[in-house]
T-cell receptor
Framework: QKEVEQNSGPLSVPEGAIASLNCTYS??????FFWYRQYSGKSPELIMF????GDKEDGRFTAQLNKASQYVSLLIRDSQPSDSATYLC???????????????FGQGTILTVHP | ETGVTQTPRHLVMGMTNKKSLKCEQH?????MYWYKQSAKKPLELMFV???????ENNSVPSRFSPECPNSSHLFLHLHTLQPEDSALYLC??????????????FGPGTRLTVT
């Protein structure tokens, strides 16, 4: 069973702080990793994806990947109340060379940013 | 209309009814997916279609019947559902992958209640 684990939270941070969201995965062969944001009652929205070890930055968001430790994280700098949502980690668990992916999702971490 | 659309947005049906969910993507993607999202559980992949051919069926009960007439349209036909099938049903699509990316984009979902 290929698994993706996240701390369900809730994670509470003050406005302006750095929020750190973590995810571990069991399939060592996984190649690509995704972070989605889901507001209550809405569908998941893709924030970032990463497939190389190291950091990838996009605005206030930084994704970090460590394949040796099977660990991926998302940092949100200068957190805003509008960042309050559930953050879903997803891992592509299908072999490369296909023209479609197969994502396995974690249960999500609830983030609350308080003023 | 852009992105991934789903209709209806809300559906209430009895256990003896037959209904269909519709998904349409306007992104030129090749793959389309059905997911189920229940409270307190991770997103569950149900079906995958790639170039309108079914490539994944994640042990879904036969009361759920998918149909993909072309790469832009996906249906989920429902009959004799159970109350535990009440959930948010999400459609997603993905483009041919860039380097190991396989990112998926979600529609707004159909909130289904089975009475």
């Amino acid at each position: 069973q290929k698994e993706v684990e996240q701390n369900s939270g809730p994670l509470s941070v003050p406005e302006g702080a750095i929020a750190s969201l973590n995810c571990t995965y069991s399939d060592r062969g996984s190649q690509s990793f995704f972070w989605y944001r889901q507001y209550s009652g809405k569908s998941p929205e893709l924030i970032m994806f990463i497939y190389s070890n190291g950091d990838k930055e996009d605005g206030r968001f930084t994704a970090q990947l460590n394949k040796a430790s099977q660990y991926v994280s998302l940092l949100i700098r200068d957190s805003q109340p509008s960042d309050s949502a559930t953050y879903l980690c997803a891992v592509n668990t299908i072999d490369g060379g296909t023209s479609y992916g197969k994502l396995t999702f974690g249960q999500g971490t609830i983030l609350t940013v308080h003023p | 209309e852009t992105g991934v659309t789903q209709t209806p947005r809300h559906l209430v049906m009895g256990m003896t009814n037959k209904k269909s969910l519709k998904c349409e993507q306007h992104l030129g993607h090749n793959a389309m997916y059905w997911y189920k999202q229940s409270a307190k559980k991770p997103l569950e992949l149900m079906f995958v279609y790639n170039f309108k051919e079914q490539t994944e069926n994640n042990s879904v009960p036969s009361r759920f019947s998918p149909e993909c007439p072309n790469s832009s349209h996906l249906f989920l036909h429902l009959h004799t559902l159970q109350p535990e099938d009440s959930a948010l049903y999400l459609c997603a699509s993905s483009p041919p992958p860039g380097r190991d990316s396989y990112e998926q984009y979600f529609g707004p979902g159909t909130r289904l209640t089975v009475t």
